[in-house]
């Protein structure tokens, strides 16, 4: 994978110009969701994320903020596929089984 350096001393970005947190695999979109879903603060992050310093965090934050546009649509458009997938997929086995005994709604 090729990776291109940023303004972001902590960011780089893939060829398919997904922006990384230098140093690891993680994109900073994903960051970004757990902050979203779980209104998780820097600290936070790191605590569920000790793998990452709090400059990589500190530093996906500040690129999110500049690129806030363009990581939004990202993560519409994951929502999208994984809504896609989901229909797609149908209800489980499992569920289905649960739902006849009158154990889920």
Known sequence: ???TGTEYKYIQV?????PIITGTTMKVVELII???AYDWSPEELHS???HLSMSQIHSALAYYWDH?????ADMKR???YAERLQAEAGESPLSKKLR???LIK
């Open 34 to 36: 757990s902050v979203k």
């Open 100 to 102: 006849a005994q009158g």
């Open 48 to 50: 569920n994320y000790p």
């Open 78 to 80: 994951r929502e999208e």
């Open 14 to 18: 893939n060829e398919r110009n997904v």
């Open 68 to 72: 806030q546009e363009e990581i939004d």
């Open 1 to 3: 994978m090729t990776l």
